[in-house]
């Protein structure tokens, strides 16, 4: 039997990202506790497969292929939700496109691009969002940032670390501004989950994955289900007094000192 605090019956959640991986994972969890949802991602044909597998699950959906990065189409993406929803009650900002370059190398036109995608385009949609809930006086705002976001990962990601830093600090001060008005904002801040990018990476450089097990004293990876139960989480009133948090989804990452030895290795 579910605990009824986790039930999101009658809400309408919109979801980025939802093609693959935690994008697909979160709109997959939110749709099981109960929820309507807007999916929507640039692969339309990942987005239609994630929307075939939630309508078997009772719910009404509705895929909306675009680009989340682009400031129009975010804000057409709300009006969506206005006029085929007539309310929003969860945002999951999972989409978080960036590129990798050394910081003596990298243009600012380059940084500039990342920093519209994973802070511009963000705090649109956060935004947009926080405006309609604002309104209603309650809703649940779940940015999905990165471990990158708090300490430094090096090997090139500085901008995606930057602008993730970004998204971090727009966490918590949108937190603070719109708590009092019954409006919660959170972020979860993942390790390392491949996907079909990092997966490349990994076959690039094969002592890539060892360098990341090394950081995580779980011993595995990440899987796109493990983001499920803590989504459930932040969007149900099982957290109604949590916000401007920045929770690890990280195996036990951001804990470990630096030259700490998982396992009770050494």
Same mark, same amino acid.
């Given at each position: ?22 994008? =697909? ?8 506790? @109960? ?41 057409? !993406?709300?009006?969506?939700?206005? =006029? ?20 003596? =190398?990298?243009?600012? /036109?380059?940084?500039? /691009? ?13 935004? /947009? ?23 430094? !990962? ?43 990018? !990092? ?46 948090? !920045?929770?690890?989804?990280? @195996? ?11 396992? @009770?290795? @050494?």
């Amino acid at each position: 039997m579910t605990h009824p605090l986790f039930d999101l019956s009658g809400r309408v959640a919109l979801v980025t990202g939802a093609a693959q991986g935690m994008g =697909r994972a979160t709109a997959t969890a939110l749709a099981e506790a @109960g929820a309507d949802v807007l999916i929507t991602d640039l692969n339309a044909e990942g987005l239609q497969a994630t929307a075939a597998n939630l309508a078997k699950l009772g719910r009404r959906v509705m895929p909306v292929a675009g680009d989340i990065t682009s400031v129009e189409f975010v804000r057409g !993406l709300y009006a969506t939700v206005d =006029r085929e929803f007539g309310q929003l009650d969860v945002a999951a900002n999972v989409a978080g496109p960036a590129k990798r370059s050394q910081p003596d =190398r990298i243009t600012l /036109e380059q940084l500039e /691009e990342v920093l519209h995608s994973l802070v511009v385009a963000r705090f649109c949609s956060c935004q /947009e969002a926080g405006r309609r809930m604002l309104a209603a006086g309650r809703g649940s705002i779940i940015n999905i940032c990165s471990i990158g976001g708090v300490t430094a !990962l090096g090997r090139g990601n500085f901008p995606y670390s930057v602008g993730m830093g970004g998204v971090a600090q727009m966490t918590r001060e949108l937190s603070t501004e719109w708590s009092g008005r019954g409006v919660r904002v959170n972020a979860i801040l993942p390790a390392q989950v491949p996907n079909p990018r !990092l997966e490349e990476r990994m076959l690039e450089d094969p002592s890539l994955a060892g360098t990341f097990l090394r950081g995580i004293p779980m011993g595995r990876f990440g899987h796109p289900d493990d983001i499920k139960g803590l989504m459930i989480f932040l969007a149900s009133d099982a957290s109604a007094w949590i916000t401007g948090a !920045l929770i690890p989804l990280d @195996g036990g990452n951001l804990a470990m000192n630096a030259g700490g030895t998982p396992g @009770g290795k @050494g």
